[in-house]
Nanobody, 132 residues
Framework: QVQLVESGGGSVQAGGSLRLSCAAS????????LAWFRQTPGKEREGVAT???????MVANSLKRRFSISKDSAKNILYLQMNNLRPEDTAMYYC??????????????????????????WGQGTQVTVSS
């Protein structure tokens, strides 16, 4: 089994930056892709960015000028650098692990239907709040 623990969330003013981290532990050899999703109350979880074990990556088109994804494979840590944050970026941010390398790409920039949430392993989430 894989365990994911996110950190780095918090409250910032518009224009500020945050770097989220996701530490993976357990059966990390089974992880072939990692991804960031975000969710606001009453809405479906949506894909923000993903990177696979060959370092192929994708960031949602609407975010790619401000967000970037990276990982430290030696430490099993995933990062999400978020710059020039806006109030609409306020959400719970979740880290996800997948055993299939390119599958998360399908969900970047769009919501993932609730019945499909189970295909990923999820962290508990970290809250990001951006004030104007």
């Amino acid at each position: 089994q894989v365990q994911l623990v996110e950190s780095g969330g918090g409250s910032v003013q518009a224009g500020g930056s945050l770097r989220l981290s996701c530490a993976a532990s357990g059966d990390t050899a089974g992880i072939h892709a990692l991804a960031w999703f975000r969710q606001t109350p009453g809405k479906e979880r949506e894909g923000v960015a993903t990177i696979d074990n060959e370092d192929a990556y994708m960031v949602a088109n609407s975010l790619k000028r401000r967000f970037s994804i990276s990982k430290d494979s030696a430490k099993n840590i995933l990062y999400l650098q978020m710059n020039n944050l806006r109030p609409e970026d306020t959400a719970m941010y979740y880290c996800a692990a997948d055993s299939i390398a390119r599958r998360p790409f399908t969900y970047i920039g769009r919501p993932i239907p609730a019945p499909q949430l189970g295909i990923f392993t999820w962290g508990q989430g970290t809250q990001v709040t951006v004030s104007s």
